[in-house]
């Protein structure tokens, strides 16, 4: 089992520019999480989802639009980058019984 | 508002006992859970509370307090390893899942 995975790893997007992160899970997670972390903060939660085909907002959605097509995959758009948006974005899942998070290992994004 | 507390940094040896504190402040509570994050890699879970009481697995013990909004993460026999930050977070929601975190404590053992 690969568990969580996102792609990509590493981004530079300019002022503007759009681009869609994808997180897969093959553990048939029905919950799946889009999180953010900036420096010396803790995670925050930008949308979730509670089976395919629903989507909810977080904390702090704005700016941020999100998908779920198949229950595998979570992905989660900035339509018009702000250099704000420069963090770390983890994508989590879990099962709907039971209180564990799966992580996935995160995209570093940097917005110049 | 929601808010959790947790020391920003904490020390100690290998070989010894840490406790890492965690309050809360949030408009529902269904749960105490604590994650580890090594470096910025992907936080892992440690463990979950959801009622009064310790919970043991390994060398590391979670405690609950719903009446003070107090939890606390305690590790001993502290290693090298165990240096990363931990994140208490508050689960807020029954059904979705969804969880408030602190701002995470930062370890450092020192030999």
């Known amino acids: 089992n690969a568990g969580v995975t996102q792609t990509p790893k590493f981004r530079v997007l300019k002022t503007g520019q759009s681009m869609t992160l994808l997180c897969a899970q093959d553990?048939?997670?029905?919950?799946m999480y889009w999180y953010r972390q900036d420096p010396g903060m803790g995670l925050r939660l930008i949308h979730y989802s509670v089976g395919e085909g629903t989507t909810a907002k977080g904390e702090v959605p704005d700016g941020y639009n999100v998908s779920r097509l198949k229950k595998q995959n979570f992905l989660l758009g900035l339509e018009s980058a702000a250099p704000s948006q420069t963090s770390v974005y983890f994508c989590?899942?879990?099962?709907?019984?039971?209180?564990?998070?799966?992580f996935g290992p995160g995209t570093r994004l940097t917005v110049t | 508002g929601q808010s959790l507390e947790q020391p920003s940094e904490v020390t100690a040896v290998e070989g010894a006992i840490v406790q890492i504190n965690c309050t809360y402040q949030?408009?529902?509570?269904?749960?105490l859970s604590w994650y580890q994050q090594h470096d910025g890699g992907a936080p892992t879970f440690l463990s979950y509370?959801?009622?009064?009481g310790l919970e043991e697995t390994g060398r590391f013990s979670s405690f609950l307090s719903r009446s003070d909004s107090y939890g606390y993460l305690l590790l001993q026999e502290l290693q090298m390893k165990d240096s990363a930050s931990y994140f208490c977070a508050v689960r807020i929601s029954s059904n979705t899942g969804k969880l408030i975190f602190g701002q995470g404590t930062t370890l450092q053992v020192k030999p």
């Open positions: 509370n959801g009622l009064d």
């Open positions: 553990m048939n997670h029905e919950y």
């Open positions: 949030t408009s529902g509570f269904y749960g």
């Open positions: 989590a899942s879990r099962f709907v019984v039971g209180y564990e998070q799966y």
